[in-house]
C-alpha cells in the first residue's frame, strides 16, 4: 500500500499563488507516475498534471499549461507549483500515485490517492 498525504492549500487571490505537496509513504517503490486531480462541488474529479518518474515530459490539462509546473523527486514528494490562479482554479486538489510508466490522465490508472487539499480562489 501507498499512502499520500497533500498539503499547501488555502484561500488566495485571483492572479495569486499556491504550491501544493504531496508526501507519499510506504510501497513507494512500486508507483511509476503521480498525479494531480481536481473537483469542484458538483464536478466530477478531472485530470491536472502527471509527472512519470522514469522521464519524459510531463502531461499537463489544457486549463493549467503555462501556470501549473508539476514537479516531484525519489517517489516521495510530489508538488504543484500554481501561478496565475483563477477563480475556476478553486477545487478540491488530489494526489494519484499508479504503477503505468507514462504519465496519465486518466483516473482508473492510479491505484492510490490523497484526501485531498482545499484550493479556494478569490475574485
Known amino acids: 500500500q501507498v499512502q499520500l498525504v497533500e498539503s499547501g492549500g488555502g484561500l488566495v487571490q485571483a492572479g495569486g499563488s499556491l504550491k501544493l505537496s504531496c508526501t507519499a509513504s510506504?510501497?513507494?517503490?512500486?508507483?511509476?507516475?503521480m498525479a494531480w486531480f481536481r473537483q469542484a462541488p458538483g464536478n466530477q474529479r478531472e485530470f491536472v498534471a502527471a509527472?512519470?518518474?522514469?522521464?519524459?515530459?510531463p502531461k499537463y490539462e489544457d486549463s493549467v499549461k503555462g501556470r501549473f509546473t508539476v514537479s516531484g523527486s525519489t517517489r516521495r514528494t510530489l508538488y504543484l507549483q500554481m501561478d496565475t490562479l483563477k477563480p475556476e482554479d478553486t477545487a478540491v486538489y488530489y494526489c494519484?500515485?499508479?504503477?503505468?510508466?507514462?504519465?496519465?490522465?486518466?483516473?482508473?490508472?492510479?491505484?492510490?490517492w490523497g484526501q485531498g487539499t482545499q484550493v479556494t480562489v478569490s475574485a
Open positions: 494519484a500515485a499508479g504503477s503505468n510508466y507514462s504519465p496519465s490522465a486518466l483516473k482508473d490508472d492510479y491505484d492510490y
Open positions: 510506504g510501497r513507494t517503490w512500486t508507483t511509476n507516475t
Open positions: 509527472i512519470a518518474w522514469y522521464g519524459g515530459a
